[in-house]
């Protein structure tokens, strides 16, 4: 931690936790963090383990003990490394980074049924929806949801991969029924017919959002994920749905989080949020420099 004098410019070591350099939202933040004059590097979270000895722990990449040396880390965890992240972005927690996506944030936001649990203790707006693991009741527990369309979620898909649309409520229960028998626990939601196949992307660096784009399919999938062919563009969000997005980000315990919503009848509701949320596609489609935002969030937070 080094104050240069005239300038009063904090100097901020940061672990960015990435498997790759190589990846657009790595080198964006690596380039923004060092723009700004700070130290960062990029650490391979899967090279890293922790020794538990004598209630000092330290935690090492590769041979290398980097325990107490940076002030915040930068969390990017794939979905394949969930677990094992975790365990690291936890430590590095523990042991007094600041963080712009706790390890509990992550762990709420990779689950569907977590997020929603927590999003509806706060009161955050979400398509009604149905839990159950009940086959002998689905019929009547289906007639809980309005419409004969419903949409039949796994708890983790990415990518729009995981998410069906059953085309009636006949055809879902044939397809509920094949995944109880896989033991593959999934929600059923309220089909959102008039969002149209079109979602939106909200960034939230703080308690703002800072950049929001629509996501749309164009007709031709009611999926708008941009990995399923989804073409992207710059949108204004309403006060009220930034607000939400910002609350939902929040009550989730992420800094930083892609919130994703669908525009209703009823108005806006969450349908997931991201806490490793890719910036190429919406730094692209919005020109704003996101990168740079979540770095000047870290110079606020990183006690000086
Ligand atoms: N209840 C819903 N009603 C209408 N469309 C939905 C609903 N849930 C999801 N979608 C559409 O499907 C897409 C993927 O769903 P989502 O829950 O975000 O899963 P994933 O994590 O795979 O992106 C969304 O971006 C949205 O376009
Ligand atoms: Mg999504």
Not at 70 to 86: C, M, N
Not at 210 to 231: I, P, Q, T
């Amino acid at each position: 931690m080094v104050i240069f004098s005239q300038y009063i410019t904090y100097f901020m070591k940061i672990y960015l936790l990435s498997v790759s350099g190589s990846l657009y939202s790595t080198q964006r933040l690596f380039n923004e963090a060092s723009r700004r004059g700070h130290y960062i590097r990029i650490i391979d979270h899967t090279k890293c383990g922790i020794l538990f000895d004598d209630n000092q722990p330290k935690i090492l990449f590769n041979k290398e003990d980097v325990t107490n040396f940076s002030d915040a880390i930068i969390p990017r965890i794939g979905a394949s490394y969930t677990e094992h992240g975790l365990a690291i972005v936890n430590q590095f927690e523990k042991m007094g980074n600041y963080n712009i996506a706790s390890a509990l944030g992550i762990l709420r936001s990779r689950n569907k049924l977590l997020t929603m649990q927590h999003m509806v203790a706060n009161k955050i707006p979400i398509p009604k929806t149905l839990y159950t693991k009940n086959t002998l009741l689905l019929k009547e527990q289906l007639n809980l949801l309005e419409g004969e369309q419903c949409i039949i979620k796994f708890l983790e898909g990415t990518h729009g991969l995981g998410v069906m649309l059953a085309e009636s409520k006949k055809s879902a229960i044939s397809i509920i029924e094949t995944m109880h028998s896989l033991n593959k626990p999934i929600l059923i939601q309220e089909f959102v017919k008039e969002s149209n196949g079109e979602d939106i992307r909200a960034y939230v660096v703080g308690d703002k959002v800072v950049a929001s784009m629509k996501r749309s399919s164009g007709g031709k999938d009611f999926r708008s994920n941009v990995h399923r062919g989804g073409s992207t563009s710059v949108i204004t969000m309403t006060d009220e749905e930034q607000h939400i997005a910002v609350k939902t980000a929040q009550c989730l315990g992420l800094d930083v989080a892609g919130i994703d919503l669908i525009r209703s009848k009823n108005g806006p509701l969450v349908i997931e949020a991201n806490s490793s949320a890719g910036l190429e596609g919406i730094e692209g489609a919005t020109k704003v420099n996101i990168a740079g935002e979540i770095i000047k969030l870290i110079e606020k937070n990183v006690k000086k």
